[in-house]
Every structure is written in structure tokens, then in C-alpha cells.
T-cell receptor
Framework: ELKVEQNPLFLSMQEGKNYTIYCNYSTTSDRLYWYRQDPGKSLESLFVLLSNGAVKQEGRLMASLDTKARLSTLHITAAVHDLSATYFC????????????FGTGTRLTIIP | DAGVIQSPRHEVTEMGQEVTLRCKPISGHDYLFWYRQTMMRGLELLIYFNNNVPIDDSGMPEDRFSAKMPNASFSTLKIQPSEPRDSAVYFCATNGQGPNEQFFGPGTRLTVL
């Protein structure tokens, strides 16, 4: 059974600082997704990572994937308040099986 | 495109009542997923469909839950009878062929009193 762990679960950081959220998964996978959820809202897709070494960047967020280590990271650069949200990683089992397993989420709070 | 449409957005009902949640997928998307989100259990996949056919319903908690997809434009998740522990936000998500991301609807917040 595929298990997905995120850490930390809660992260409070000051504006302007850098930090990284980690997503570990237990079995081989060839696709990983990052989502953002604002309080009371739905999930919004941020990144799709499909190969070992994949790196995607959007603004102050950068996601990477290491399939050999079964690890993805979401790096936040010079955090701003607008990035406060809960971030989820989700791992696909294999092509042909569209099921995703979501991590527990990381609640990020950016303090002015 | 309007995105994934869910209705109702909020539902308050009493224990024992039947509840029906509705989802309209993005046009052309072959896969449809029903999730439940709670503070205690996080985001759980209940069931998913491919081309209107249920593929994996292993996440459906018990017989009180049922889901249908009569056509490519519509799916329902029904709870009968509802219980307070069913209170949660229920999301519908869809994606097309290939390793594309799932697009989530706005969710239905269900409260069972």
C-alpha cells in the first residue's frame, strides 16, 4: 500500500525567509503532484512532476522530484504572506491507474 | 470552461435523511473522483470512474454510500441514511487521459445533525 508522508505538518515562518516542505512516499511512482488549499476553499494544482530530476518553478515556489529517493520537495523562497495556505503532495501509483494518494498536508503560515 | 461543478455547496441535514451530492465534470475528462476531507482523516478517495464505469470503490466507507455516473456529464454520491460522522467536505475531481493533474470542484460541505 502506498503511503505518503509530509513534513513538517505545521510551519510558521517569517516573511522573507526560505524554507522547504518534504514529501516522502513508500513505493515506486512515476508521477507526483503538488496542490495548494486555502482555508475553506478547494485544492488548486501547482506542479506536476513526471520524471526523476524534474524541477518546476512558479514565482517563489519550486518543486523537485527524486524518484530514487522517493522524495519530493517544495521550496519557498523569500516567503510572502500570500503564500499562507495548506500544501499537499499527491503520488500516483503507476500509469494506467489514475488513483492518487495524498499526503497529510503542511499548513504554512507566513508571519509579517 | 467552467471547471468542475458541484452542488449543493452546503448541505445541512438530520441524521437518517438521504443526501445526494452532484458533480458535473470538465467536458472531455474521462476520469471522475469523489473525495472526502475531514480534519481527522485528511483527504480520502472514496471512488473513481473511468468513462462512466466505477474502477475502484475500495474507499467507500460502507453500504450507506453509493455513487453513480449515468453519463459523461454527471455523477452523484448518495448517503442513505446519513449519520453525524459523515459530516465532511466532499470534493469531486476530474482529469483527462495521461498523467495530468486532477482538477477539483469547489466541494460540498455536509453537516449531519
Amino acid at each position: 500500500e502506498l503511503k505518503v508522508e509530509q513534513n513538517p505538518l505545521f510551519l510558521s515562518m517569517q516573511e522573507g525567509k526560505n524554507y522547504t516542505i518534504y514529501c516522502n512516499y513508500s513505493t515506486t511512482s512515476d508521477r507526483l503532484y503538488w496542490y495548494r488549499q486555502d482555508p475553506g476553499k478547494s485544492l488548486e494544482s501547482l506542479f506536476v512532476l513526471l520524471s526523476n530530476g524534474a524541477v518546476k518553478q512558479e514565482g517563489r515556489l519550486m518543486a523537485s522530484l527524486d524518484t530514487k529517493a522517493r522524495l519530493s520537495t517544495l521550496h519557498i523562497t523569500a516567503a510572502v504572506h500570500d503564500l499562507s495556505a495548506t500544501y499537499f503532495c499527491a503520488v500516483g501509483q503507476n500509469f494506467g491507474n489514475e488513483k492518487l494518494t495524498f499526503g497529510t498536508g503542511t499548513r504554512l503560515t507566513i508571519i509579517p | 470552461d467552467a471547471g468542475v461543478i458541484q452542488s449543493p455547496r452546503h448541505e445541512v441535514t438530520e441524521m437518517g435523511q438521504e443526501v445526494t451530492l452532484r458533480c458535473k465534470p470538465i467536458s472531455g475528462h474521462d476520469y471522475l473522483f469523489w473525495y472526502r476531507q475531514t480534519m481527522m482523516r485528511g483527504l480520502e478517495l472514496l471512488i473513481y470512474f473511468n468513462n462512466n464505469v466505477p474502477i475502484d470503490d475500495s474507499g467507500m466507507p460502507e453500504d450507506r454510500f453509493s455513487a453513480k455516473m449515468p453519463n459523461a456529464s454527471f455523477s452523484t454520491l448518495k448517503i442513505q441514511p446519513s449519520e453525524p460522522r459523515d459530516s465532511a467536505v466532499y470534493f469531486c475531481a476530474t482529469n483527462g487521459q495521461g498523467p495530468n493533474e486532477q482538477f477539483f470542484g469547489p466541494g460540498t460541505r455536509l453537516t449531519v445533525l
